[in-house]
């Protein structure tokens, strides 16, 4: 996966921006490239160690990527006291098979990870930030 390095520095703001909190989002882009991240709003009842994304955001980000030509090729999200690895909750609720799961944390370790549905499991990808 191919991400600006301007990409990876609003995603490390944003993390920091709620430093008690994970934050996440939406990304957008084409062939393995992302061009444009969208914030979205961490809905879950325990965010200090969880995130669940706002549908309503999903669906903004979907209507987005339309207009612009994109697709959405995966998602963010901050561990802001740990490492960006995914945690047994972002094991049990992946959902998007083949999407991107970018993690992050606030000292700006961030890695990639593809979700293969079948395997139930994630393998790490490479991340070129360019
Ligand atoms: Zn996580």
Same mark, same amino acid.
């Given at each position: 996966?191919? &991400?600006?390095?301007?990409?990876?520095?609003?995603?490390? #703001?944003?993390?920091?921006?709620?430093?008690?909190?994970? &934050?996440?989002?939406? /990304?957008?882009?084409?062939? @393995?490239?992302?061009?444009?991240?969208?914030?979205? $709003?961490?809905?879950? #009842? @325990?965010?200090?160690? $969880?995130?669940?994304?706002?549908?309503?955001?999903?669906?903004?980000?979907?209507? $987005?990527?339309? #207009?612009?030509?994109?697709?959405? /090729?995966?998602?963010?999200?901050?561990? %802001?006291?740990?490492? %960006?690895? %995914?945690?047994?909750?972002?094991?049990?609720?992946? $959902?998007?098979?083949?999407?991107?799961? &970018? /993690?992050? @944390?606030?000292?700006?370790?961030?890695?990639?990870? @593809?979700?293969?549905?079948?395997?139930?499991?994630?393998?790490?990808?490479?991340?070129? /930030?360019?």
């Amino acid at each position: 996966m191919r &991400v600006s390095g301007k990409l990876v520095k609003k995603m490390v #703001e944003h993390a920091r921006e709620k430093a008690e909190e994970e &934050v996440c989002g939406i /990304i957008l882009g084409k062939n @393995n490239r992302a061009l444009m991240i969208m914030r979205a $709003t961490n809905t879950s #009842e @325990n965010p200090e160690y $969880t995130y669940s994304m706002s549908v309503r955001d999903i669906i903004r980000a979907y209507d $987005t990527a339309q #207009e612009l030509a994109y697709v959405i /090729i995966g998602f963010y999200h901050s561990h %802001p006291c740990g490492s %960006p690895v %995914p945690s047994g909750i972002d094991i049990a609720r992946a $959902t998007w098979d083949g999407a991107y799961y &970018v /993690i992050l @944390n606030l000292e700006g370790d961030i890695k990639a990870w @593809n979700w293969q549905g079948d395997k139930k499991k994630f393998s790490e990808e490479k991340l070129i /930030i360019e």
